[in-house]
T-cell receptor
Framework: NAGVTQTPKFQVLKTGQSMTLQCAQDMNHEYMSWYRQDPGMGLRLIHYSVGAGITDQGEVPNGYNVSRSTTEDFPLRLLSAAPSQTSVYFC?????????????FGPGTRLTVL | AQSVTQLDSQVPVFEEAPVELRCNYSSSVSVYLFWYVQYPNQGLQLLLKYLSGSTLVKGINGFEAEFNKSQTSFHLRKPSVHISDTAEYFCAVSEVAGYSTLTFGKGTMLLVSP
């Protein structure tokens, strides 16, 4: 199993540009989520999904959209990038819906918005 | 809603010395507790978790943590650290009910020197 994969690893955008961060998992996990990591802030939840067609907002959803058309994929869209969105983004997945199951993280995407 | 406080942003320690990384949480309901480790330029990896039962939990790489309900703490310990333990450590909490999300602390950087 490849686990949780994320592309790209690095990205530089200009203010106002749009892009999609890709996340895929091959473990047939129901639950997927996106976090952003900023220095001294830990990880903050952006959006999460409990299955195909079902998404919900986390702690910091503004400026981001998600969709879940398949179990495997959970892309994160930035419609109009802002410098405040400069961060490292992590995608994660877990089996089932209970939080007692381990959450597996991807390697991250480092995004810089100029 | 739950929250996590990691009391130290950075902990310097010499190789083979013991270490304790402190974590306190706040929640009005029953919780699961986790410790994750992040090595430089990598994603997060689960070290250990407390779900129920014995309050002393053993994890990978010789780490252990003790759940103290009265003090709402979940401190991480290792009796003898190695250089390779240098990493950032995150405490996280999730409510037991439903398909709860993980809330992370801000992280503690463990710096092990020879």
């Amino acid at each position: 199993n490849a686990g949780v994969t994320q592309t790209p690893k690095f990205q530089v955008l200009k203010t106002g540009q749009s892009m999609t961060l890709q996340c895929a998992q091959d473990m047939n996990h129901e639950y997927m989520s996106w976090y952003r990591q900023d220095p001294g802030m830990g990880l903050r939840l952006i959006h999460y999904s409990v299955g195909a067609g079902i998404t919900d907002q986390g702690e910091v959803p503004n400026g981001y959209n998600v969709s879940r058309s398949t179990t495997e994929d959970f892309p994160l869209r930035l419609l109009s990038a802002a410098p405040s969105q400069t961060s490292v983004y992590f995608c994660a997945s877990r089996r089932g819906l209970t939080a007692s199951n381990e959450q597996f993280f991807g390697p991250g995407t480092r995004l810089t918005v100029l | 809603a739950q929250s996590v406080t990691q009391l130290d942003s950075q902990v310097p320690v010499f190789e083979e010395a013991p270490v304790e990384l402190r974590c306190n949480y706040s929640s009005s309901v029953s919780v699961y507790l986790f410790w994750y480790v992040q090595y430089p330029n990598q994603g997060l990896q689960l070290l250990l978790k407390y779900l129920s039962g014995s309050t002393l939990v053993k994890g990978i790489n010789g780490f252990e943590a003790e759940f103290n309900k009265s003090q709402t703490s979940f401190h991480l310990r290792k009796p003898s650290v190695h250089i390779s333990d240098t990493a950032e450590y995150f405490c996280a909490v999730s409510e037991v009910a439903g398909y709860s999300t993980l809330t992370f602390g801000k992280g503690t950087m463990l710096l092990v020197s020879p």
